[in-house]
């Protein structure tokens, strides 16, 4: 009995052993071919160009390129250019990191000297610059014979530049300067050799006026709401893009007796500093069927974006530049509302960080486009404040008990006397679950608006509700991941996901 | 001073009241410059001064062309001493400073550093096009710059001595810098050879530069043939040869211009041969023809010029030829071909024979270099099964036809 036992035990242990040998050898021949496999990619020995992103992007504008010397072919400038830009932006680099890093690209032997020095002394005062430059205008001086060197002037240079201290910011500063530079063509890079600060006349800058008060006027009687298709939010201009859908819904709108849209662009969806065209063809097609049911659409940029970092000002200057030239003749457009609640970024990227980035794009934009009013989507009628003589108008946005409703608004209307006040969001989710405790139900969404419409009529406060819709499903990047947070954000819409009609509807239908 | 320089210093209250808390604003720092100096030379030891109060924890943020710095100060509260430190005050232009007290701007203002001009300078120079075509439309471009030790450019109007040497002529010109730079157009010379520059500022001599003007376009040219004798025997070659070719200004043109020999015989076809040039000639070769000729002959330098045309006979080398059958009819010897003092060829006439069924249809053509004198074409029965056949013999451009029958059984 005991010998059968331990027979059992040997013969399982031997098929067991047998077992576990095999699955190593297989492994170890698995490891040793999938070793074998890794390394560079066969289409690598083409050496295909690899398609690079735009890192640095500022407004360049080439003036005269009149010379006595040779006349520049417009292939080569466009190599200057882009050599100049670059040699702006590895200097960029390296005076944050104090690094030399790429300067030898872009500056000759002697040029590159000097910058090292600077990073030398910076390194041992343990400064640090972060700059961005955001505007040239560039005028040809001298192009040479051999097309090898070439000299411009380089007028009204905009710049701006944080000092740091540490990690501390210690300065800020933003300043015009105009530059004389001389290039030279060394191994197929434009590199500067020498870059000279000049005296240059200041140009007769138009000084855009500003027509907006008619519009300003429209913005008093604003009956609003936030508009994402059910089928996409947060995705307005996705591949699901639905034309027809969308003008259904505008029609509901339109039913509704509202007047203005608010719609979002997503930053990188929209292509960042360069824009697609097939997005701007669908945000055409959006705005189009607003203006045919005399809507006014607020359009909110930089959704989804939250770096504010100076290192991509220009990208996003290029980014909103591109969306405002487009849309900027729209007889639909009510104005730009630059970002949806920039506050809720204060604490992850620095207030001032955010406020600086929000301040050079209010006034960019106020240049691009002089007809349409300007603002910024504020979380809080509190955060409201900030940036208030900057902007056109005042948005904010409430979701707190509609009781103190007008005492928020009234103490925003004592910093703020000059300006429209917009309420550009509020609302209320008729979310019901476990998540809740069962605590929520449409009857509370309908007591919520009834008291909150009772409000903005007496106040006279302009509005936009939030939303059309409830949603299936609502990205992560809005509120998380967490159930008891996300889960109320589905049902904020008057019209629930089977197409019905809420309570609440009828609440919010003007024309009741 | 005309210049922009605006400072936006943004101050956000509130906001900075977590990052640097308990900081007193700008309005408790009185201080001003009392430097009164504004200009410099590069290189010299530049102190700012400021009395006030406040306290003794200011720095002071430099920026020129190049970048930014922020230096402390060494002097006590009542009086602020900040030296400039070599990169700032070597690099000529202007220099800003902005006096900051816990990161508020208390004053500000610039300087100006102007190039060390009394030193030793230096010349950088740059020239080119390298090589240029003679005439009076071409050019070569000599650019120069004077920089300090330092590397900063000497100012507007700088006066540069450039010259040029070409044979015995050497040419000066003073020109006054302007954006940078110095520079002149070397213009190319009729004659073809080289020009040799180079500039100076105040005893300091830039190295030789050289462009090397090159001939310009060929000019209409003469041709000549050298030939052995005028038989058409398919063996000796022709010297096609081209006169000294010129350009407009009489420059023998460049060597390796290449002479392409166009030449059209009686049947209207071209032939061709090419040559370049050495000191101006070109030598092409071509074979006899080997049949009677008369050849026209042209010669091109494409794009440029073209030459005389030649006429060139060539008289028939060989009168005729017999062509002789095997028992079988199967084996054609065509020959002996014998040439213009009955010596037998040399090898590679072409021999070809038309092969046609008894009907006319065209069947095949066989070709043979000939071999000693004779050329043999043989036609196994694998390929012409017997029968009737008509042949047509064409050799040394003379035409001989035969009907034949195969017939073996």
């Not at chain 2, 406040?54 to 943020?61: E, I, T, V």
Request: hydrophobic fraction near 35%; charged fraction near 25%.
């Amino acid at each position: 009995m005991r010998n059968k036992l331990n027979k059992n035990i040997y013969r399982t242990l031997l098929i067991a052993s047998f077992l576990a040998i095999n699955a190593l050898i297989i492994a170890g021949i698995g490891a040793v071919l999938s070793y074998l496999n890794t390394g560079a990619d066969k289409a690598s020995i083409l050496h295909l160009e690899v398609p690079t992103e735009k890192i640095y992007a500022p407004k360049i504008s080439w003036g005269s390129l009149d010379n006595p010397g040779r006349p520049m072919e417009d292939q080569t400038l466009k190599e200057i250019e882009r050599d100049y830009l670059k040699a702006w932006h590895v200097r960029n680099i390296a005076y944050l990191k104090n690094d030399y890093y790429g300067l030898a690209d872009f500056y000759t032997d002697s040029a590159r000297i000097k910058l090292y020095e600077h990073i030398d002394l910076n390194s041992e005062k343990n400064v640090r610059f972060k700059g961005t430059t955001l505007e040239h205008y560039p005028e040809l001086d001298f192009y040479n014979e051999d097309g090898t060197l070439v000299v411009f002037t380089d007028k009204h240079v905009e710049r701006y530049q944080e000092t740091y201290e540490g990690d501390s910011l210690l300065f800020q500063q933003k300043d015009t300067t105009s530059y004389q530079i001389m290039m030279l063509l060394e191994d197929g890079f434009w590199r500067i050799r020498h870059l000279q600060e000049i005296e240059v006349e200041e140009a007769d800058q138009d000084v855009a006026v500003r027509a907006i008060d008619s519009i300003i006027e429209k913005v008093n009687s604003i009956k609003g709401i936030n508009y994402y298709p059910q089928a996409s939010p947060w995705d307005t201009f996705g591949s699901t893009f639905d034309a027809e859908q969308i003008g259904h819904d505008f029609d509901i709108i339109q039913e509704m007796g509202l007047n203005t849209l608010r719609i979002f662009i997503q930053y990188e969806d929209f292509g960042k500093a360069e824009v697609a065209a097939e997005k701007l063809d669908r945000l055409n097609r959006l705005m189009d069927m607003a203006g045919q049911r005399e809507f006014s659409v607020l359009i909110t940029l930089f959704d989804f974006y939250g770096d504010y970092d100076v290192s991509n000002w220009t990208l996003t200057q290029r980014h909103a530049e591109t969306i405002v030239n487009a849309f900027k003749d729209h007889p639909a457009l009510l104005g730009w509302d630059i970002k949806n609640e920039p506050d809720l970024d204060f604490e992850s990227r620095g207030r001032q960080r955010v406020l600086s980035w929000l301040k050079e794009m209010t006034s960019r934009i106020k240049q691009w486009d002089t007809d349409h009013p300007v603002t910024i989507g504020w979380s809080s009628p509190e955060s409201a404040v900030n940036l208030a003589d900057e902007v056109d108008f005042v948005s904010y946005h409430y979701y707190r008990a509609p009781e103190s409703f007008l005492e928020a608004h009234e103490a925003l209307r004592t910093l703020v006397t000059d300006k429209p006040l917009v309420l550009q969001e509020y609302g209320y989710s008729s979310y019901d679950g476990f998540w809740n405790m069962y605590l929520g139900s449409e009857a509370d969404q309908v007591a919520y608006y009834q008291q909150m419409q009772g409000h903005l009529t007496k106040a006279e406060v302009p509005f936009m509700f939030w939303t059309l819709y409830d949603f299936e499903e609502v990205p992560k990047a809005v509120a998380g991941s967490l159930p008891w947070r996300t889960r109320k954000q589905h049902h904020f819409g008057c019209i629930d996901l089977d197409g019905n009609k809420k309570k609440v509807f009828a609440v919010l239908n003007q024309k009741n | 001073m005309k210049r922009t320089y605006f400072l936006l210093l943004m101050v956000f209250l509130l906001s900075c009241a977590d990052k640097q808390e308990g900081a007193s604003s700008a309005a408790n720092f009185d201080y001003r410059l009392v430097t009164t100096n504004s200009i410099y030379k590069a290189d010299d030891l530049i102190t700012l001064k400021f009395e006030g109060k406040g306290g003794a924890d200011l720095k002071l943020m430099l920026t020129n062309a190049f970048g930014s710095s922020v230096i402390f100060s060494t002097g006590s509260e009542e009086e602020l001493q900040f030296t400039i430190p070599k990169n700032f005050s070597r690099k000529a232009g202007p220099c800003h400073w902005v006096l900051l007290a816990n990161g508020y701007e208390v004053t500000q203002g610039s300087f100006e550093i102007a190039p060390k001009t009394n030193l030793k300078p230096s010349v950088e120079t740059y020239f080119g096009p390298r090589s240029i075509t003679a005439g009076d439309r071409d050019y070569s471009m000599l650019v120069h710059i004077t920089t300090d030790p330092f590397d900063n450019v000497y100012p507007e109007g700088t006066v540069v001595q450039f010259k040029s040497q070409f044979l015995n002529s050497i040419n000066e010109y003073m020109i006054p810098s302007k954006d940078l730079i110095s520079w002149k157009n070397i213009n190319a010379t009729r004659k073809s050879g080289r020009i040799l520059v180079n500039t100076t500022y105040q005893g300091i001599d830039s190295k030789e530069l050289t462009t090397i003007v090159f001939p310009t376009l060929a000019e209409t040219f003469g041709i000549e043939a050298d030939r052995n004798h005028n038989f058409a025997d398919g063996n000796q070659i022709m010297k096609l040869r081209s006169t000294i070719i010129r350009d407009v200004y009489n420059n023998i043109v460049s060597d390796g211009t290449m002479v392409n020999y166009i030449i059209k015989n009686s049947k209207g076809a071209i032939l061709k041969t090419m040559a370049p040039t050495i000191n101006g000639m070109s030598t092409a070769n071509i074979l006899h023809p080997s049949e009677k000729e008369d050849w026209r002959i042209k010669a091109y330098v494409t794009g440029a010029a073209e030459s005389n045309e030649l006429s060139i006979g060539f008289e028939t080398a060989i009168e005729d030829y017999e062509v002789n059958f095997s028992a079988d009819n199967r084996r054609i010897t065509v020959g002996p071909l014998r040439s213009f003092m009955k010596q037998l060829v040399p090898d590679g006439i072409l021999v070809q024979l038309e092969i046609y069924d008894q009907s006319g249809q065209y069947l095949e053509t066989v070709k043979v270099s000939s071999i000693k004198g004779f050329g043999i074409i043989d036609l196994p029965k694998e390929y012409y099964p017997d029968k009737g056949y008509h042949l047509v013999c064409k050799a040394v451009g003379i035409t001989k036809e035969f009907d034949l029958v195969f017939d073996e059984k």
